[in-house]
């Protein structure tokens, strides 16, 4: 089966100043054995004989000023090495006015999309955004919009607390496609944590321009855990059907515990039980979709 890799990272530690800064307790847990480069032939030699053909990459949280030199180093390696495929770069979408660094990533032909993490946690282990509602600022809503005009979708993080705020967001942009990072980060395994979790996505699996990705999901867990992938997979494609879903590897953090071999493994045996075409929405079809590829 073909695969695309929708969601996964390269970098020189040099570029990203959370790589450089002492140890400390992240989402992933500790991060020594990453706190370098992670190159393009080294993401190549981990899937290889996986079958995936083609790969997004994903923005690192390079210093936010070096947001064009980080997607212009990926278009560089991609010109060199034929990978990646599409990149999903860095703006700061709740400036006023967005399209002037817009068009400055306008020149990379692999744009395909942007992120910018808005995620918040009353763990400050789980935080990135400084506030719980900036996914509700109008500068946001505005900026994002504007993506239409581009063709490139907003690669959504947020966890499920935060749903109402990004329904908003959905709403006030209904020409751009929303790929919801990690499946909505389910953090709380317990019982009443997964139905909230589900609750969550199935008001925002209502809104038909987004998709969700499959990926991530140890990172709250730190392991490959083939019962969990599975629950995930499962949940979230009957929440928003196979031709909403996407895989993705969130590689090299997920290297942190397992193989790229091990990873994938997890995702095909989770979806073994489904319909040749699910499966190859999944894992191929969604993702060359939404990024036009």
Known sequence: ??????????????????????????????????????????????????????????????????????????????????????????????????????????QFPLMRGVRQQFHWHENPLYRFARTPDLVRNPNVKRNVARLADYDWAFDLQIFSGQVDSACELVDACPNVTFILQHAGMLEDLSDEGRAQWKAAMKTLAKRPNVVSKLSAFGTFIHRNDHAHVAWMVEETVKLFGA????????????KLWTSYRALIGAFTRAAAGMSEAKRKAIFHDTASRVYRF
């Open 1 to 106: 089966m073909q695969i695309i890799d929708a969601h996964h990272h390269i970098w020189r530690q040099t570029d990203l100043p959370w790589l450089l800064g002492p140890t400390q307790p992240r989402i992933f847990g500790p991060y020594d054995d990453i706190k370098r480069d992670y190159s393009i032939e080294e993401y190549l030699a981990d899937i290889k004989g996986t079958g995936v053909e083609k790969s997004v990459y994903v923005q690192a949280n390079w210093a936010p000023n070096w947001f064009v030199d980080e997607a212009r180093w990926v278009q560089e390696t991609a010109d060199r090495s034929g990978w990646p495929h599409g990149i999903v770069a860095y703006c700061n979408m709740a400036q006023e006015d967005a399209r002037r660094d817009l068009d400055k990533l306008s």
């Open 243 to 254: 031709r909403r879903c996407l895989y993705g590897s969130n590689f090299p953090i997920e």
